[in-house]
T-cell receptor
Framework: QKEVEQNSGPLSVPEGAIASLNCTYS??????FFWYRQYSGKSPELIMS????GDKEDGRFTAQLNKASQYVSLLIRDSQPSDSATYLC??????????FGIGTKLQVIP | EAGVTQFPSHSVIEKGQTVTLRCDPI?????LYWYRRVMGKEIKFLLH????????ESGMPNNRFLAERTGGTYSTLKVQPAELEDSGVYFC??????????????FGPGTRLLVL
């Protein structure tokens, strides 16, 4: 079992739709949860972090965390073609190493 | 504020040669991390420095890899001798000196290593 599980996609959504990205993790000691966006050939860029159960909203992005289910999700509202990228789910126990999922490739179709 | 920088951006070497990668963290960041992404796989942790000390090197694949962080500033990762399976993208990340939960790691652009 992988430590962080994501569907590698691609996930295709039409422009303006909501994109829903999901991941599960195995380490119950995880306390910090991240979504990174990575464009092809570029470095991961942090877009959302969440540390407690519930929802966290930042602009068009909403991260959701359910520690009991060991589940993290990212919703992107009003998806734009510029959102097309690979989205990496990542977890850590704080300032320690970050464990990444394989990433979900998102394609927003104009 | 300058971000994390890495040098070189690309390196192509032959099997058996030595390569040294360099990472300059964000100024003032005590935590420095090395990660590697092999094609088709997840980004994997290699090691973590706190200042000049190795905090966690559990991800280092074998003794052909040597990481240093002289004076707690920049870090180097040397691969000697390089093997074909060492090919991938090597990322460096840094975070501030805190040890709290909400430590964000900022990633550098990566070094793309190809071993032929």
């Amino acid at each position: 079992q992988k430590e962080v599980e994501q569907n590698s996609g691609p996930l295709s959504v039409p422009e303006g739709a909501i994109a829903s990205l999901n991941c599960t993790y195995s380490d119950r000691g995880s306390q910090s949860f991240f979504w990174y966006r990575q464009y092809s050939g570029k470095s991961p860029e942090l877009i959302m972090s969440i540390y407690s159960n519930g929802d966290k909203e930042d602009g068009r992005f909403t991260a959701q965390l359910n520690k009991a289910s060991q589940y993290v999700s990212l919703l992107i509202r009003d998806s734009q073609p510029s959102d097309s990228a690979t989205y990496l789910c990542a977890v850590s126990r704080g300032y320690q190493k970050v464990t990444f999922g394989i990433g979900t490739k998102l394609q927003v179709i104009p | 504020e300058a971000g994390v920088t890495q040098f070189p951006s690309h390196s192509v070497i032959e099997k058996g040669q030595t390569v040294t990668l360099r990472c300059d963290p964000i100024s003032g960041h005590d935590n420095l991390y090395w990660y590697r992404r092999v094609m088709g796989k997840e980004i994997k942790f290699l090691l973590h420095f706190v200042k000049e000390s190795k905090q966690d090197e559990s991800g280092m694949p074998n003794n052909r890899f040597l990481a240093e962080r002289t004076g707690g500033t920049y870090s180097t990762l040397k691969v000697q001798p390089a093997e074909l399976e060492d090919s991938g993208v090597y990322f460096c990340a840094s975070s501030p000196q805190g040890r709290g939960l909400q430590e964000t790691q900022y990633f550098g652009p990566g070094t793309r290593l190809l071993v032929l």
